[in-house]
């Protein structure tokens, strides 16, 4: 850590009350993002942590984004706290001309990774379960909550931060689909239905004995709810080809993930929503191997292929049904 983001952090903690001034902060880098700065501040007596945005994110494809996400990321932790307080950890403080905001500390051994578990073979469909329904009940009170599509209408972070890098990308790596992919990133930016989180994925899930808590909402826009569903199911294919003795488990749990979140589903017909992810999941399947954040631990070309080969035909002739997607897949 420099001198110079000691004295960013030093200055915001100070100004926020969470740090005296007499006291020292020891700051220790958390890794699992790349495009913000996270830290873990040991102050005497208590344990929290501090997040700024990047503008670069740290990837080998030029990628950059509006830092001002950081205000969005508080503003959505700040909106779940409210009714679901156990889904967050507590925010605690925000400095927006910093870029700068502070939240609870979670440590590891209370609130294991769902990735961790995933990645291991430790598959379990209850997660999956209480996670789509936790996730689908945020959906249903945002679209209930006037005032969100103003406050978070943050369509250009969406795009910089997910549209160009999944679909854009990927559209030009496969002109053969990529007027299918071109029209789902205008119909995903053209429907504002609830406040999405956008990077709804195992990595960002802490499993705590209260339910999954929700991390990294940099991308959080209030828009196409089947975008954070499709997202997380896209993990769950993802993972089989890493843990393919799980296969049956995996496929367990994204049926249980899509049942429970289309249970929540009381803001439109549950049929519409379930086709645009059935759509939009095989693009992204195919982005995580093509588009510029592909997934780090796929790693052959034989399974970069083996993804290909099941998604593009999916998006040439869409399906409507999440199952159709997870039996081309698991089967």
Same mark, same amino acid.
């Not at 578990?117 to 469909?125: A, N, R, T, V, Y």
């Not at 053209?190 to 004995?209: E, M, Y």
């Given at each position: 850590m420099s001198a110079a983001e000691t004295t960013i952090f030093d200055d915001f903690l100070l100004r926020s009350g969470l740090k005296g001034a007499s006291e020292k902060a020891a700051y220790k880098p958390l890794t699992g993002g790349v495009s913000s700065d996270i830290y873990r501040v040991e102050l005497p007596g208590r344990i929290l942590c501090v997040k700024r945005a990047l503008a670069k994110l740290k990837v080998a494809a030029d990628w950059h984004a509006p830092v001002s996400r950081n205000e969005y990321e508080w503003n959505w932790i700040s909106f779940v706290a409210q009714h679901f307080p156990s889904a967050v950890p507590k925010p605690l403080a925000h400095d927006a001309s910093s870029g700068v905001f502070a939240m609870e500390f979670l440590p590891g051994e209370e609130?294991?990774?769902?990735?961790?578990? @995933?990645?291991?073979?430790? =598959?379990?469909?209850?997660?999956?379960? =209480?996670?789509?329904?936790? =996730?689908?009940? =945020?959906?249903?009170? !945002?679209?209930?909550?006037?005032? @969100?599509?103003? #406050? *978070?209408?943050?369509?250009?972070? *969406?795009?910089?931060?997910?549209?160009?890098?999944? @679909?854009?990308?990927?559209?030009?790596?496969?002109?053969?689909?990529?007027?299918?992919? !071109?029209?789902?990133?205008?119909?995903?930016?053209?429907?504002?239905?609830?406040?999405?989180?956008?990077?709804? !994925?195992? #990595?960002?899930?802490?499993?705590?004995? !209260?339910?999954?808590? *929700?991390?990294?909402?940099?991308?959080?826009?209030?828009?196409?709810?089947?975008?954070?569903?499709? *997202?997380?199911?896209?993990?769950?294919?993802?993972?089989?080809?890493?843990?393919?003795k799980a296969s049956r488990e995996l496929a367990a749990s994204f049926a249980a993930l899509s049942s429970a979140y289309l249970n929540e589903v009381d803001w439109e017909d549950r049929e519409a929503v379930e086709a645009r992810a059935a759509s939009l999941l095989p693009a992204l399947f195919l982005a995580r191997v093509d588009g510029k954040s592909p997934v780090e631990y796929v790693t052959e070309e034989s399974q970069r292929m083996l993804v290909r080969k099941t998604a593009i035909p999916l998006i040439a002739s869409p399906r409507t049904k999440l199952a159709e997607i997870a039996q081309a897949w698991f089967s």
């Open positions: 609130y294991p990774l769902w990735k961790a578990d @995933l990645l291991q073979g430790h =598959i379990d469909p209850k997660a999956a379960e =209480i996670t789509g329904r936790r =996730i689908g009940q =945020i959906h249903s009170v !945002s679209a209930r909550t006037p005032g @969100l599509p103003a #406050k *978070f209408d943050s369509g250009t972070n *969406f795009y910089a931060l997910r549209l160009e890098p999944y @679909l854009v990308a990927t559209a030009d790596k496969h002109p053969f689909v990529g007027d299918r992919l !071109s029209d789902l990133v205008g119909r995903t930016a053209d429907t504002k239905l609830a406040l999405v989180h956008g990077d709804v !994925s195992p #990595k960002n899930i802490l499993l705590g004995k !209260s339910g999954p808590v *929700f991390l990294d909402a940099e991308c959080a826009w209030f828009g196409d709810p089947a975008f954070d569903l499709a *997202f997380c199911l896209n993990h769950l294919l993802l993972k089989k080809l890493v843990a393919e």
